[in-house]
């Protein structure tokens, strides 16, 4: 696969680290994958957008989803991640997944997290939506993530891993022939007008986590803006499955006009026996779906949107009540402080919710090794599409997927470089463009976007609001691109403009998709065309980018992804 040739405009790098892995991103995949590398004696560098803990990873309160708990199997796990994922989930993905997932975990524990347990001194699982077992291991009630953020944190610090924070990741840097030379990055706050560097290395792993900040509302933090997603797109890889946008059920309503990241209520939650209600304490799931309010998460959202339709309602309710204070302090200390910080006591009121964009279950396409189609390139965590999420994430497999994937992106890197000996390549990049052809976004397109997402693509999709977003996301392009073409004026080079850029790239993305799937499937719901068709859909959607910045848009042949392009490191 040959890169695009498109870049950001950006300053050319003045400034660079050699070293043999990069990883961007500091969530769960991109630490793993760090601390695997480094532990295989490979020199390795990560880079993050924000401090090291202030990725997604952070902010998963459910927990990790692994077959740890007496009478559970692997198999038992795969059956519940298809039948969430729709008819989209590759099979032999799955398979690896919850087979190798519970060693993933108990290394994990090995490594310094701590995870919540019984009286008995075991693993306190509990269960969440399209589970039919208690498998979810937890940690502080609701902030596992937190938890799993700090052990890893503190492996990488006391292990002397080399880190650069505060840096947004730009573009890939090939070779000549086409393969991985390393990234161009910006580092932010360093007081200095030119921040741009590089990391010249031969292999790169992009764990840049979801692109949420697409949208209006979301639990995705403000640094989730699509950057390895739209990264990979320009350096040629495939993307895929980024129609299915998984929005989470349940996000504490805090108005019609609010932006940016919301308070997530977590699915253990309801795991725990919370009801979803009307404003009339009905529960409008029970009859639904066997799993009534633990149904999975696309089925529970539709349910929550209809029965807002039929009460011409902004919100439904999640009623915890009868949990009683003590539970509420102990099982689930940050959701309560969260709902009480914006004046609700889920003790004695039920918790205003609504769906709100939460997972991407597409994302860069790789293969078991975590290889995209660009030689070099590793994807992992919520950035990747490995085919084990399908049309639909089942809850809590998304902390194992990075913690699997990452260790076998890690291996893979390790075994090309002892397959290499003292012949290993040093990465030579092909020289920087001198005139950047790719026009930059003003910071205000940012909330452009998110309102055209929002409105066009969000939960409810139909022919006639994708073809709209299309034509408005077309019209963002068209405007920027006259802009430099007829007086070489783009927006200033910076975080926003870069950002925007980005969430452009991505959107243009998710609306092309959507548009081609006819189809309702999974978390992608089209109005229009409300059936599920497994004949003519039950395949994938793979897009690259051209270097004309036009979209290059095919389907599988079958649910299973076709391997990726041999790879050499």
């Not at 400034?15 to 390795?44: F, H, M, N, Q, Y």
């Not at 969430?84 to 032999?92: I, K, Q, R, V, W």
């Not at 524990?109 to 008995?120: L, M, N, Y």
């Not at 897009?543 to 990726?564: E, I, K």
Request: proline share 5%.
């Amino acid at each position: 696969m040959s890169s695009t040739g498109i870049r950001l405009h950006a300053p050319a790098p003045g400034w660079s680290i050699d070293a043999d892995v990069v990883v961007v991103g500091s969530g769960v995949a991109g630490l793993t994958a760090a601390l695997r590398c480094e532990a295989a004696g490979l020199k390795t560098v990560v880079v993050t957008k924000a401090r090291l803990d202030d990725g997604s990873t952070r902010w998963a309160q459910g927990g990790v989803a692994a077959a740890l708990g007496e009478g559970d199997t692997p198999e038992q796990h795969l059956d519940d991640t298809l039948v969430a994922g729709a008819g989209l989930c590759d099979e032999e993905a799955v398979r690896m997944l919850v087979t190798e997932g519970p060693d993933a975990v108990r290394r994990l524990i090995e490594t310094g997290a701590h995870f919540d347990e019984s009286s008995e001194g075991e693993l306190a699982l509990t269960r969440e939506g399209g589970h039919h077992r208690r498998r979810i291991a937890h940690a502080g009630g609701d902030a596992t993530g937190a938890e799993i953020s700090r052990a890893l944190v503190e492996a990488v610090r006391a292990r002397g891993v080399r880190t650069v924070e505060n840096a947004l990741v730009l573009d890939l840097l090939t070779d000549a022939d086409g393969r991985t030379a390393g990234v161009t990055l910006h580092v932010m706050g360093e007081g200095q007008h030119d921040g741009v560097g590089a990391v010249h290395a031969p292999a790169v792993v992009l764990a840049t986590g979801g692109m949420g900040q697409v949208f209006s509302a979301t639990t995705n933090p403000p640094v989730s803006t699509g950057d390895g997603v739209a990264l990979a797109l320009r350096a040629g890889a495939e993307v895929s499955d980024l129609e299915f946008v998984q929005f989470h059920p349940t996000v504490l309503f805090l108005g019609a006009d609010a932006e940016g990241q919301q308070p997530l209520v977590s699915e253990a939650v309801r795991g725990e026996g919370a009801h979803l209600v009307d404003a009339d304490g009905v529960r409008f799931m029970v009859g639904q779906h066997e799993l009534a309010e633990l149904a999975p998460r696309d089925i529970v959202a539709k349910g929550i949107l209809r029965r807002m339709q039929e009460r011409d309602a902004e919100h439904m309710f999640l009623d915890a009540r009868h949990f009683g204070a003590d539970m509420w302090e102990h099982r689930f200390p940050t959701i309560l402080a969260a709902c009480r910080a914006n004046g609700i006591d889920p003790v004695t009121t039920p918790i205003p919710i609504a769906p709100a964009a939460h997972h991407a279950s597409g994302g860069v396409r790789t293969d078991s090794q975590g290889r995209t189609t660009v030689p070099g390139l590793y994807a992992c965590g919520e950035v990747a599409c490995t085919g084990v999420h399908g049309a639909n994430r089942l809850a809590s497999n998304s902390l194992l997927e990075g913690l699997v994937y990452a260790e076998r992106i890690a291996e893979d890197i390790a075994a090309a470089r002892a397959a290499d000996g003292l012949h290993a390549r040093v990465p030579n990049p092909v020289p920087y463009p001198e005139t950047p052809e790719h026009p930059l976004l003003t910071p205000e397109a940012r909330f452009t976007i998110q309102r055209i997402m929002t409105d066009g693509a969000g939960v409810l999709r139909s022919a006639d609001s994708l073809a709209r977003a299309a034509d408005q996301l077309q019209q963002l392009r068209t405007e920027a691109r006259d802009a430099l073409t007829e007086n070489g004026k783009t927006a200033e080079p910076g975080v926003d403009t870069w950002e925007a850029t980005n969430l452009l790239c991505v959107a243009r993305v998710l609306v092309a998709a959507a548009q081609l799937r006819d189809e309702t499937r999974g978390c992608h719901w089209r109005e229009d065309e409300p059936d599920r068709d497994d004949t003519a859909w039950r395949r994938h959607i793979v897009v690259r980018l051209n270097p004309d910045r036009t979209l290059a848009v095919h389907t599988t042949d079958t649910a299973d992804f076709p391997p990726t392009r041999p790879q050499e490191q």
